[in-house]
């Protein structure tokens, strides 16, 4: 099934940026910056994007893996927050804000049918999901008088792998063609935690199926305190045989 998934991205970071100070005229120091990316905004400096699940199945086990590549430039990022020791500085601060981000997410599992009726599916998973991220985020940053002006590229690169168990499957309706496809899997290893979820609509063909979901995917990473959760819509067209 190759699909397309357009998520509004959103992500947070610790990041230290010398010489920049607040309103009070007091250094900044260690500030958490907290940014967000719509599909409307990084469509066009997308360069390149594949994406794809298959899946094989025989008796109650089955194989399944999930594979999505991203690559998009200078693309102006919409800073939400700016907080340092001593709260929020954001009203203080004139800011703006570019990131370059290239990113590979695989996940690979196994499952074994728990239920299967004509009415429900389901099966449990487990496995492993690896992202790579690369990640330089540009800020540039202006004190209330002018006078602190700084631009601060920081490097947010993350390298991960993580068991996952969850579950996934279809609600079914009888007699018809329509179903829901679900899907929920919890992980850790080398970050905190990482969770990925899908609910949707699907109906099938002679030849497959489509599927229209919501796909959400978090992670909190020890890395520079950060985390990163792409949530949005995807849909996929499915080829069975």
Known sequence: MPY???PVVHGSADVTVRDLRGGDGQPLGQVDVSAEIDP?????????????IAEARKGPWSIYTDLMYAQFDNQDTRLKSITGPR????????????VDVSSTVWTLGGGYNLIDRPDLL????????????????????????????????????????DGILGVKGQVRFPDTRWFVP????????SSNWT?????????RFDWGEVTL??????YDFDKD???VRFTGPALGVGFSW
Do not use: C
């Open 225 to 227: 305190d950060a985390d």
């Open 122 to 161: 389901l099966d449990l998973v487990a496995g492993f999901r690896y992202m790579t991220m690369d990640s330089d985020l540009t800020l540039s940053l202006k004190g209330p008088d002018g006078v602190f002006s700084r631009s601060h590229e920081e490097s947010l690169d993350q390298d991960v792998w």
């Open 40 to 52: 409307d905004d990084y469509l066009s400096n997308l360069h390149f994007a594949l994406m794809f």
């Open 195 to 203: 969770w990925q979820a899908l609910l949707g609509a699907g109906y």
């Open 182 to 189: 679900y899907y929920l899997d919890v992980g850790t290893g």
């Open 4 to 6: 397309l998934w357009l």
């Open 213 to 218: 979901a919501v796909k959400s995917l978090s």
């Open 87 to 98: 709260g929020d500085v954001s009203t203080q601060i004139s800011r703006k804000a570019e």
